[in-house]
């Protein structure tokens, strides 16, 4: 506000030096009617002014003057500025911060439906949008708003009928000003969707690079994305023409106020009832008061735009936490390793008919339990319950006496821990990520290493060049599918997790691997609760109870042997994949009889 107010002051120094200095300096040019109109300086700035004896000496004091207020100015504005900025980027900190830990605390089945690019766009560029309302728009509508009122003001103590005239455009250029980026809003709208789309683009292409590749597709990417980046060009060039048209027609609506303020100026000072100075300080005036009164069209039309992103980013805040939203009595028992599911049945919101149905069985501590069944019977869908990523929607289970669904989310997953069917790695080193479940702030070597050699990858990784330094790739890329899978399992293992479910994670690794992994697994503890779900016959059998699926029902429950003969479904699976395993062993120990005849 004092920037604002000091700068209107400016045009009234011109009117003092050319009324009441230039007046001193050269008298001749004295003409009664012109000079004799008091000046609106304050009676401090004039008094100053007035220490100088002569015409050159005051004239001196006014630069000095004028020099010290615009000394000032800059260092309130330096102020105003750097507190806007400061003020606006901790806002958007906030607000970036909220809405990451909030996305971070949204359920599974949010993050399976929303879209990562339209999330990340909210995350970002929402953001700066309304960082910019708050730290530029918002205080430039202030500050056009003072600097109108304190320019009216002193316009008004020269010379109200001047004062009219001057400011006749003024409702027509922010009428213009106002309609005209009302209707360009929409082109700013579609700007930012076809943004939006060729990030979005952008973002699945590099995430799917490999495939692209693979299938050799780039051109149809390459004309995908040229087509989307078209679009958006095309957009801009839209903007920029019509702001081009808007500039340039507003430019002619402020030159013919100043023409008719200089028109009306020269009539009124001619006539006597304006002096020079006086003259000189509106023409002044009006410069600086019509060029912001312009933008302020522009910036209500931004209002706008803020209002969506903040829409945006409250829709995303609107979503329950999965945490917050939990009773505040929830349990944490001692979780040992006791299973139990009674009836359980569970369908997902959007699906006709339920994917889990009455389904019961009981695992004691240390036992393995190996679920097998068709694509789609509903395998993993009994893992994510386990894990309350889901809450099933009748029936019971229970951890070792407890309902799970009285168990506080984070205890049950910090006590029940489940490697993924497709396991993520961070672009990170293999160390960090087998330490990242810790709880622990420094993971010991000797922990991260014990862990990779349960989980059969140990050696793998001092194979590489770097060896636990080694940079996995964006999603572990720079690994073989087995290798990423047994890192995802070392990853767990250094958790010391009492229930441990194998959601198909050893699908990727050979048979003597799993088995391997499995035997590991068994010597370092035989209080592990192991639920390992799987296609492969060979890892199910040794399991102290398999359970067959079908559709979400259990068709089939008991050991190998009880099964093996007296099942429909594990007997053909046995059928088939033992005969392929026979086959299989048969050929490789053919193969490796004819070399070592050979040798
Ligand atoms: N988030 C979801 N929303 C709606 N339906 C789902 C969702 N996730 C899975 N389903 C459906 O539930 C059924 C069971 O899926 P689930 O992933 O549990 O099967 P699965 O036995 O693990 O299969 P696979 O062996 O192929 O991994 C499938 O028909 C699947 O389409």
Do not use: C
């Not at 316009?155 to 006749?168: N, Y």
């Not at 139990?340 to 393995?368: H, M, W, Y």
């Not at 059969?456 to 194979?463: A, T």
């Not at 940079?471 to 958790?495: D, F």
């Amino acid at each position: 506000m004092f920037v604002t107010y000091t700068r209107t002051f400016i045009p009234l120094f011109y009117q003092y030096a050319i009324d009441k200095i230039l007046a001193d300096l050269k008298p001749e040019t004295k003409a009664d009617a012109i000079l004799d109109h008091e000046s609106s300086l304050p009676a401090l700035f004039k008094d100053f002014i007035n220490i100088g004896d002569s015409g050159l000496q005051k004239l001196l004091f006014l630069v000095i003057l004028l020099l010290i207020l615009q000394v000032i100015r800059a260092v309130f504005m330096f102020i105003r500025g750097r507190s806007n900025a400061v003020f606006s980027e901790s806002i958007a900190y906030k607000m970036r911060v909220k809405l990451y830990d909030h996305i971070q605390n949204l359920s599974y089945s949010y993050h399976t439906h929303a879209e990562t690019g339209d999330l990340i766009q909210r995350s970002t560029s929402d953001i700066d949008t309304v960082r910019r309302f708050v730290g530029m728009q918002l205080p430039e509508v202030f500050r056009i708003l003072f600097l109108f009122t304190f320019t009216l003001i002193q316009m008004l103590r020269i010379h109200v009928a001047m004062t009219f005239i001057s400011l006749i455009v003024v409702p027509f250029i922010f009428t213009f000003a106002y309609i005209f980026f009302k209707r360009i809003q929409s082109v700013f709208t579609e700007t930012e969707e076809s943004e939006g789309k060729m990030s979005t683009a952008l973002q699945e292409n590099l995430t799917g690079i490999r495939v692209v590749k693979a299938f050799a597709n780039e051109k149809h990417e390459i004309n995908k994305f040229d087509s989307l980046s078209r679009k958006y060009s095309d957009n801009i060039q839209r903007i920029i023409n019509s702001m081009a048209v808007y500039w340039s027609s507003s430019d002619l609506i402020i030159f013919f106020q100043i023409i008719t303020t200089i028109v009306a100026g020269a009539y009124f000072t001619i006539n006597g009832m304006l002096s020079l100075g006086n003259f000189v300080a509106f023409i002044s005036y009006i410069t600086f008061i019509l060029w912001p009164i312009r933008q302020l069209g522009r910036v209500i039309v931004d209002f706008g735009k803020s209002s969506v992103s903040l829409n945006r980013i409250e829709e995303v805040l609107s979503e329950e936490d999965e945490y917050e939203h939990e009773a505040n009595n929830m349990k944490t028992p001692d979780i040992r390793g006791k299973v139990e599911f009674r009836n359980v049945s569970f369908q997902f919101d959007d699906a006709n008919e339920p994917t889990l149905k009455n389904v019961s069985f009981k695992i004691n501590q240390g036992e393995t339990i190996a679920v097998i069944g068709k694509t789609g019977s509903g395998k993993s869908t009994l893992a994510h319950l386990l894990v309350r990523l889901y809450d099933y929607t009748s029936g019971s289970i229970k951890i070792d006496g407890t309902e799970l669904r009285e168990i506080d989310k984070k205890w049950a997953r910090n006590h029940i821990g489940i490697i993924l069917q497709e396991p993520f790695l961070f672009s990170r080193s293999i160390f960090e990520n087998i330490g990242i479940l810790s709880d622990k702030d420094k993971m010991l070597e000797e922990e991260i290493y014990q862990a990779a050699q349960i989980a059969s990858v140990h050696n793998d990784i001092l194979d590489f060049e770097e060896g636990y330094k080694t940079l996995v790739g964006e999603r572990g890329v720079t690994l073989s599918g087995g290798q990423k899978q047994r890192v995802a399992i070392a990853r767990m293992l250094v958790k010391n997790i009492p229930i441990l479910i194998f959601d198909d994670s050893l699908s990727a690794v050979d048979t003597e691997t799993d088995l391997s992994i499995r035997n590991a697994l068994k010597q370092r503890s035989d209080d592990l609760t192991k639920i390992i779900i799987t296609h492969r016959i060979s890892t199910a059998m040794e399991a102290d109870r398999i359970i067959v699926l079908e559709d979400g029902e259990i068709a089939e429950m008991g050991s190998h042997d009880e099964l093996v003969n007296n099942s429909r479904i594990y007997k053909k699976i046995w059928e088939i994949q033992g005969s392929v395993q026979g086959d299989f062993n048969q050929s490789f120990s053919k193969e490796e009889g004819e070399d070592n005849d050979a040798k």
